[in-house]
């Protein structure tokens, strides 16, 4: 399913593209989450915890008291990766819009359904291909994709999972067997009955230890020993 997002003052235009995305997510049998927004300063409040609860977002340009590009920079900042797809009445800020990275710009008046579905079939292809560089768990009852980039390692106790972050960390139920079936050839390394490992960070690799990027220092167990060392081999040949 691809969530996504349309934000515009205008019911009439939400509704007009609402209907539009209804009917081109059915003509390309994908399964769509539909929210709707009236103002920047609402889609910042709903995604401000959660800021990748949505894959696409369709949103104004001129707005109220905030305008799109605007609440799209905030959005950034917050670690939203979501596709942008600009709606705006003309084309004179399209070079303000570069820097918070769009997916599209679209000129309402200028845009004919057939391209309007055109540009719905290239993201879709674009956010199940970068679902590929996302996990997603379930955290305090709300589901939260995180990056795979931003993974230094997971660690398991007792069926608690926590998710080792370069700016923090993340905890959810799980179990290490269904997060490694997951991330299989993915650059993750089960090094132990208790950790997994993101190869990138590794910068040291001892037959009985490893060191990560930040410092740590993980256990390597004996089970995994030869394994860790063919898959990290592997991993390298690949870079």
């Given at each position: 399913m691809i969530k996504i997002a349309i934000c515009d003052d205008n019911p009439i235009v939400v509704e007009y593209y609402k209907a539009l995305i209804l009917d081109s997510a059915k003509e390309n049998d994908v399964d769509v989450k539909i929210t709707e927004f009236i103002s920047g300063e609402q889609l910042l409040f709903i995604l401000s915890?959660?800021?990748?609860?949505?894959?696409?977002?369709?949103?104004?340009?001129?707005?109220?008291?905030?305008?799109?590009?605007?609440?799209?920079?905030?959005?950034?900042?917050?670690?939203?990766?979501?596709?942008?797809?600009?709606?705006?009445?003309?084309?004179?800020?399209?070079?303000?819009?570069?820097?918070?990275?769009?997916?599209?710009?679209?000129?309402?008046?200028?845009?004919?359904?057939?391209?309007?579905?055109?540009?719905?079939?290239?993201?879709?292809?674009?956010?199940?291909?970068?679902?590929?560089?996302?996990?997603?768990?379930?955290?305090?009852?709300?589901?939260?994709?995180?990056?795979?980039?931003?993974?230094?390692?997971?660690?398991?106790?007792?069926?608690?999972?926590?998710?080792?972050?370069?700016?923090?960390?993340?905890?959810?139920?799980?179990r290490m067997e269904e997060i490694e079936e997951q991330l299989a050839e993915r650059g993750f390394v089960r090094i132990h009955r208790s950790y997994l490992v993101n190869c990138y960070y590794i910068v040291k690799l001892s037959r009985n230890s490893l060191n990560l990027s930040d410092g740590t220092c993980l256990p390597v167990s004996e089970k995994y020993t030869q394994m860790v060392q063919q898959q990290f081999s592997k991993y390298l040949l690949k870079l």
């Open positions: 915890d959660h800021p990748n609860e949505v894959d696409v977002i369709y949103l104004d340009i001129l707005m109220g008291k905030m305008n799109g590009i605007e609440t799209a920079r905030r959005l950034r900042e917050l670690g939203c990766f979501a596709q942008i797809i600009f709606l705006t009445t003309s084309d004179e800020y399209v070079f303000e819009a570069f820097e918070v990275e769009p997916f599209y710009y679209i000129v309402k008046d200028e845009m004919s359904n057939g391209r309007f579905k055109e540009i719905f079939r290239k993201v879709k292809d674009t956010v199940r291909l970068k679902e590929e560089d996302f996990i997603s768990v379930t955290n305090n009852g709300m589901k939260e994709k995180l990056k795979l980039d931003s993974i230094l390692y997971f660690e398991v106790q007792n069926r608690i999972v926590t998710i080792h972050l370069k700016d923090g960390t993340v905890d959810f139920y799980s």
